[in-house]
C-alpha cells in the first residue's frame, strides 16, 4: 500500500478572502465578494464569524474550507476562526507539494472552494470578471507544477454562447471547467441554447464537472437548506441534470464532451445506470432517438470522484471500473487527509489491485492528461 501510486480527483483551493478585492478591475471594486467579521455569532456552521460574502449569494462560511481532519465537538470549534487556523497550503504551492507528499498523493484536481459561490450571482458583469481573477490567480498557482496541480477553471452560463473565458483559460493550462449544476434554471442542459459550451469542451478537450452545491453562497431563495439536508439532497440535484444530458441526447450530439460528477460520492451510480435503462426500455425515449442505450453513454461519457464510500468501490464489476475517481476533497472538513493512504485500503477492501489502481489513479491521470508515471 505505501507505494501505491494516488491522484485526489477533486481537492480544493483555499482563496486568499482580499482576492477580488486587490484584483478586480476598479470599477467593481465596490461590490467585490469579500471575507468580513461578523459580530454576536455563536461559531455554529450558518452562524459563523468569518464568512464570504457579496451579491446574489448567501453568507459562506470561511472555516469549512480548511476543517480537514476535524469532526464533531473539534469541528464546531474550529467553525469560529480565520485564516490562522488554515494550511498555507490553500493558497502556496510550494506548501501544497508538500502536504501532498504528507498524504501519500502524487497529485490532485484542483477546485475553487469561495469561488463556486460565484456560480450564483446574477450580476452578469461582475460574476464574469469575479470568474477572470479567480481563474487567473489558480492558473498561477497551478504553473508551479503542471503535472500535480490541475486546476478547473470557473465558467459562467449567463455568459452563453460566448465561450471565449474557456478558450482564454485553456491556453492558460487550467485542465477542466465548472459550471453550476442546478434544477432550477429556465431550460435544461439538454436544450441546443448549451451547445457552445459543449463543443467548446468537445474540441479542447477539457470536462466539464457538475460540483455538488457549497451548504452555502448558492441561493439568493428565502429557504436556506441546513448543512445536513444539504449534504444528502445535492446529489439528486447532479443526478438530474445527468440524466437530462443522457436522455436529451447532448451525449449523442457531441460524442467526445466528457463530464465529471465531482464530491457526490458513488455508491447511487449503478443504480442510477440501471435506472436509466430500465425506464428506456419500458417506455423508449421518442425525442431525440438513441442510438445506444441510456446507460452506454454514462459508460462512455460520464466520471464520478467520491472521497469516503465505502459502498461504492464495491459495484465496480457492474460500474466504475473506468469512471470512478477517488478524491480526497481537501483541505474541506469532509477530506481524508491526512489518513487518505489509510481510508483507500479500507474502502477498498476486496477489490482488486489493478481496479484499485485505475480509480485511485489512473482514470484521472488519464481524463486529465497530467502524465504521471
Request: charged share 25%; proline share 7%.
Amino acid at each position: 500500500m505505501a507505494e501505491m501510486r494516488v491522484i485526489s480527483a477533486d481537492s480544493h483551493m483555499t482563496e486568499p478572502g482580499d482576492l477580488w478585492v486587490e484584483r478586480l478591475d476598479r470599477k467593481f471594486r465596490d461590490n467585490a465578494p469579500r471575507v468580513i467579521k461578523r459580530e454576536g455569532t455563536t461559531g455554529l456552521a450558518l452562524n459563523a464569524p468569518f464568512v464570504f460574502v457579496g451579491p446574489g449569494f448567501h453568507p459562506l462560511t470561511v472555516a469549512g474550507m480548511f476543517a480537514s481532519g476535524r469532526s464533531g465537538d473539534e469541528l464546531r470549534e474550529h467553525m469560529k476562526h480565520g485564516y490562522e487556523a488554515a494550511r498555507p497550503s490553500g493558497w502556496d504551492p510550494t506548501e501544497r507539494l508538500k502536504d501532498q507528499d504528507l498524504d501519500g498523493i502524487s497529485g490532485e484536481v484542483l477546485y475553487a472552494s469561495l469561488g463556486i459561490a460565484l456560480l450564483s450571482m446574477t450580476d452578469t458583469d461582475l460574476q464574469q470578471a469575479c470568474m477572470r481573477v479567480y481563474n487567473d490567480w489558480l492558473a498561477e498557482f497551478c504553473s508551479h507544477a503542471p503535472n500535480r496541480l490541475a486546476g478547473i477553471g470557473l465558467y459562467s452560463l449567463r455568459s452563453l454562447p460566448d465561450v471565449s473565458e474557456i478558450e482564454r483559460f485553456a491556453k492558460k493550462g487550467l485542465k477542466g471547467i465548472l459550471v453550476l449544476a442546478s434544477n432550477t434554471i429556465e431550460v435544461p442542459y439538454s436544450d441546443e441554447s448549451f451547445d457552445p459550451l459543449w463543443r467548446i469542451a468537445s474540441e479542447t478537450g477539457m470536462p466539464i464537472s457538475l460540483h455538488k452545491p457549497l451548504v452555502s453562497g448558492m441561493t439568493t431563495t428565502p429557504f436556506m437548506p441546513s448543512p445536513s439536508d444539504l449534504q444528502i439532497h445535492c446529489i439528486h440535484i447532479v443526478e438530474q441534470c445527468m440524466t437530462r444530458l443522457v436522455y436529451g441526447g447532448v451525449f449523442e450530439r457531441f460524442p467526445k464532451l466528457r463530464i465529471v460528477s465531482a464530491e457526490n460520492d458513488v455508491g447511487w451510480f449503478p443504480n442510477w445506470v440501471h435506472r436509466l435503462d430500465h425506464v428506456y426500455s419500458k417506455m423508449g425515449n421518442p425525442r431525440p432517438r438513441l442510438a445506444m442505450k441510456p446507460g452506454e453513454y454514462v459508460r462512455r461519457n460520464i466520471w464520478a470522484t467520491f472521497q469516503d464510500d465505502p459502498l461504492g468501490p464495491g459495484t465496480w464489476k457492474f460500474f466504475g471500473e473506468d469512471n470512478y475517481m477517488w478524491a480526497s476533497d481537501f483541505p474541506h472538513a469532509d477530506s481524508t487527509f491526512p489518513q487518505s493512504v489509510k481510508t483507500i485500503g479500507e474502502n477498498f477492501s476486496g477489490v482488486p489491485a489493478e481496479v484499485r489502481e485505475k480509480i485511485v489513479f489512473g482514470n484521472a491521470n488519464k481524463l486529465y492528461s497530467l502524465g504521471l508515471n
